[in-house]
């Protein structure tokens, strides 16, 4: 159970939480660079999930680092593992 979690679940959370904080503050940061602050009024008015995910950001970039953290480390332990031994995987394996 735990190897399903840390192969498969944690990688798969720490991609989400970091499309969150994408959405939190680097996609407004990059309208209102572009000077397209009426469009991320229009985004903000549309979708008000994103001004609570402002609010609590110091929370949404640490579940988000960790999760992401979690995730290399789980990747780069499994870096020397075997590969398949079907030819096809193998050479998925390799690439």
Known sequence: MFRFWRENCIPILGLFTSVGTLLC?????LLVTLGMGAAL???????PILITLSEHKIFVFGVAG???????????????DPCPIDNN???ACHA
Do not use: D, E, F
């Open 41 to 47: 009024a229009g985004l903000v008015s549309n979708i």
């Open 25 to 29: 503050c680097a996609l407004p940061a």
């Open 66 to 80: 960790l999760l992401i953290s979690v995730s290399i480390i789980i990747q780069w332990t499994k870096r020397h």
């Open 89 to 91: 995987l193998a050479k």
